[in-house]
């Protein structure tokens, strides 16, 4: 093979690796990718039933239901909307009703969001930043946390590693 | 006082990196060895500083001054000592501390080491390092000073974060950090070469120890890192393409990449733009990873501050360190001599098709890593990318380099015999068949995909055993003979027998895990007894106890296989009273390379619990895959060649003087 054959045959390989992995890649950000949502985008934009995505939100205090064989119900709601959800399996160290937490599932036929994974992820002000962004944007941004957030950061205490512990569903 | 003795050191420090930075350059233009030899002695006293400055935070930690706000928000007097010393680098200041003392004392090392370098290759390589350590200084003093003290100082302190209350904590960050500064070493060699025009096989055989010994370092970071999530977040995942993860994953595939393309470049003088590519890259990443981290622009498992300031500080600091090299590199890169050329089929070809696998496979995990971020700057839409994705893009990518590896070490270098090397390998592939056999009738249900992968791990732990019987010509002379030639083979070919055989192992134990580990989760009272792949676990009871700074609820279970006992767990749930948050204390028990884990849920008023109960069949193949590897990097290291230090050039080429 001569000089210029040999680099094209490099140049041809790393063209035809870079080209799959571009397809790759293209393909699985249009199918592997969840979005996250609040109830109320989640009414707002009709998400289809069976969609995964994720859902963000306070759990409204006093609507947590446990069930046999650890399931549980609970509602989700970010001021404007509220969307039930089931899960069954065991739930993170850190779900509390009134506090925020993230779900990870589809909505079924009856309009139920079926999880099979929770999220607790939070620092300490309790507020997984999705939910806290996205409930700043509906205007339900609690003072007392914002207060808690800013008197931490002027303390210069915003350090805090966060934690998360992911519950996943007993069906997987 | 101490405080203040830290802070002082630190600003000198700072002072002795600027006039590393600038003196050896301009001593470098002026060819004046005196002025390039100022390098070493500011390194080492630049050193010496960032441990007393290092050396005064632990101190502050161990006597728990509450009066430094750094140590009240970390610490607390009853933390026990071991967790007050690792504390330090438990917070971001404290953390970023220890990532200029390890930059500080690699550059002491380079000093230190390196007599046989050429003075100005020396020089510029400790002025760039320098360069890197003024920046780090600067942005701890401006941004993230943990020296500063509180004025009303508290009685006691906020505690450390109790999931960080661990020894693999301890461990982790440091090894990472030596991983991650460790790369900048290749990067300030790769800029010297680039700013001196030149570079040859010498250069490569300069650098490699030291890419080498980082990713070393780094190979065991992510591996404790991934154990650590393991047993700590009590939900037995171990790896979640979690952003800061991937942080850590990016350096190393391209670090990788780096230690097979700078052998390519000592072997046969080839490949020297891409390796100084390379070089830029790794760091960069490393830079990057820093940056995802520190930042706080991301939340995930391990989302750190929120201050902006210093998310801007770091990405200025990215930018110039990124940028200014890209840029040096595309300004320079075309006066470098090209060498040695060769077929296709080779063993330079097949390291280079590793690289090109490698880098692809870590350009779809910067893909999937930064995507969401920049997709919520534009858009404002908030998408998560996990498993999922790097499933389907990931794993294709890097198949095919696992695939590939046994060939490699077979080729000859410069034209290889492909066909050659296949049949050499016979062997190996009928041994991944018949595994994969094995495995497809043992097992029923599950994906195809398993015993196939499965196959192909045994195929490349083969594939390393054949280039050993190759080397030895086991099998075609008497065993002593081969013994003897075992003997004389040099280490870095044992290197890399053995960390490829890591990467079989690691895979298998990963494919085993994902497939076949079953969790049973259910609601549990004393006396109870849950059943699990033919384990029984009977829960005996529930206890209290008092620990140096938490309650603990622990459970012991009694686990038994038939009628044989197997071994006693217990499982625990710490509070910790000051941060007002808990951690699940998992129980693990080995069987071989498998293991049983418990980790306990919340109780519930009636005195049951909620109990999770995995087996995790060859999990621990994923650690002894990744302990393989880094022990391979070891013995490579240990080569007498790279001890030995490198020939220098006969004659340095002319053909390329820099600009000026």
């Known amino acids: 093979m001569t000089r210029k054959q040999r680099r094209l045959t490099m140049i041809g390989g790393a063209i035809a690796v870079l080209a799959v992995a571009a397809a790759l890649v293209l393909n699985a950000l249009r199918d592997s990718i969840v979005f996250f949502s609040t109830p109320t985008m989640a009414t707002e934009k009709h998400i289809a039933p069976g969609r995964r995505f994720r859902l963000g939100g306070m759990v409204r205090p006093g609507s947590v239901v446990r069930g046999d064989r650890l399931a549980v119900t609970f509602d989700v709601t970010d001021g404007n909307a509220t969307l039930p959800v089931a899960y069954q399996g065991m739930l993170p160290d850190l779900f509390r009703e009134g506090q925020g937490v993230v779900t990870e599932g589809a909505i079924d036929q009856s309009g139920v969001f079926r999880a099979d994974t929770v999220l607790a992820k939070h620092d300490e002000t309790y507020m997984p930043k999705e939910v806290a962004d996205a409930l700043k944007k509906e205007g339900h941004w609690k003072d007392d946390y914002g207060a808690k957030e800013s008197g931490a950061r002027e303390s210069g205490a915003s350090e805090s590693v966060a934690r998360s512990v992911a519950a996943q569903g007993a069906g997987r | ?660």
């Open chain 2, 1 to 660: 006082m101490i405080a203040e003795a830290g802070h002082y050191a630190l600003v000198l420090a700072l002072g002795l990196a600027l006039i590393q930075a600038t003196v050896p350059f301009i001593g470098a233009r002026l060819r004046d060895q005196g002025l390039m030899n100022v390098a070493r002695s500011t390194a080492m006293a630049q050193m010496l500083f960032a441990m007393i400055a290092f050396g005064a935070l632990v101190t502050l930690h161990v006597t728990s001054d509450f009066s430094v706000a750094n140590v009240y928000e970390n610490s607390h007097s009853l933390k026990p000592l071991i967790y007050k010393i690792t504390g330090v680098w438990g917070n971001h200041e404290g953390s970023m501390l220890l990532w200029v003392l390890i930059l500080a004392v690699f550059g002491g090392l380079v000093a230190t080491f390196g007599g046989n370098l050429p003075t100005s290759l020396r020089a510029h390589v400790l002025a760039v390092q320098a360069w890197v350590a003024a920046s780090f200084y600067l942005f701890i003093l401006i941004t993230s000073n943990p020296f500063i003290r509180i004025a009303n100082p508290p009685i006691e302190g906020r505690d450390l974060n109790p999931v960080l209350q661990d020894i693999g904590l301890a461990v982790h960050p440091p090894l990472l950090y030596l991983g991650y500064v460790g790369f900048s070493i290749s990067f300030s060699f790769a800029i010297a070469a680039l700013v001196e025009g030149r570079i040859d096989a010498a250069w490569a055989r300069w650098v490699r120890p030291w890419t080498l010994m980082a990713w070393i370092f780094l190979t065991l970071g992510i591996a404790m890192g991934s154990y650590w999530a393991y047993y700590e977040l009590g939900w037995g995942g171990w790896w979640f393409w979690d952003p800061v993860e991937n942080a850590s994953l990016m350096p190393w595939l391209a670090g990788t990449a780096l230690l097979h393309s700078a052998l390519v470049m000592e072997k046969r003088d080839a490949l020297k733009v891409w390796t100084l590519l390379l070089a830029i890259l790794t760091f960069s990443l490393s830079l990057l990873g820093t940056f995802l981290v520190r930042s706080g622009v991301l939340t995930s498992v391990h989302a750190f501050a929120t201050d902006p300031r210093r998310g801007v500080f770091i990405l200025l600091i990215l930018c110039f360190f990124i940028g200014g090299s890209l840029a040096l590199f595309a300004w320079r890169a075309s006066a470098l001599k090209q060498g040695g050329l060769f077929a296709p089929i080779s063993r330079e070809g097949a390291l280079v098709l590793n690289n090109l696998l490698l880098t692809t496979a870590c350009a779809t995990v910067l893909v999937g890593t930064l995507y969401p971020l920049i997709l919520e700057v534009l858009t404002g839409d908030k998408i998560s990318v996990g498993a999922p994705f790097f499933n389907v893009t990931f794993a294709p990518l890097f198949l095919p380099l696992l695939f590939a590896v046994p060939f490699g070490p077979l080729l000859a270098w410069k034209r290889g015999d492909l066909l050659g090397a296949a049949q050499r390998l016979i062997a190996a592939g009928i041994a991944g068949l018949v595994v994969m056999a094995v495995v497809l009738a043992w097992t029923h249900g599950g994906a195809m995909f398993a015993p196939l992968a499965i196959g192909l791990g045994v195929f490349v732990i083969a594939g390393a055993l054949t280039d050993l019987a190759e080397r030895t010509a086991l099998f075609r002379v008497a065993v002593p003979t081969a013994l003897r030639r075992a003997q004389g083979m040099p280490r870095s070919a044992w290197g890399s027998i053995f960390a490829h055989a890591g990467l079989g192992i690691t895979l298998i134990g990963i494919v085993c895990e994902t497939t076949w580990s079953s969790e049973h989760i259910a609601v549990m009272k004393p006396g109870d007894v849950a059943q699990i792949s033919g384990y029984s676990a009977t829960l005996d009871d529930v206890g209290q106890r008092q620990g140096p700074n938490y309650r603990e609820m622990i459970a012991r279970f009694t686990v038994t296989n038939g009628s044989d006992l197997v071994g006693i767990m217990t499982p625990s749930k710490r509070s910790f009273t000051t941060r007002g948050s808990s951690t699940t204390e998992a129980a693990l028990l080995a069987r071989g390379a498998s293991q049983l884990y418990i980790s306990l849920g919340e109780p519930n008023g009636d005195g049951s619990i909620v109990v999770r109960i995995y087996h995790k069949p060859l999990v621990l193949l994923i650690w002894y895959g990744a302990l393989a590897m880094a022990f391979g990097g070891l013995l490579s290291l240990s080569d007498r060649r790279l001890r030995v230090g490198a020939p220098k050039p006969a004659r340095a080429p002319r053909s390329l003087q820099p600009a000026e």
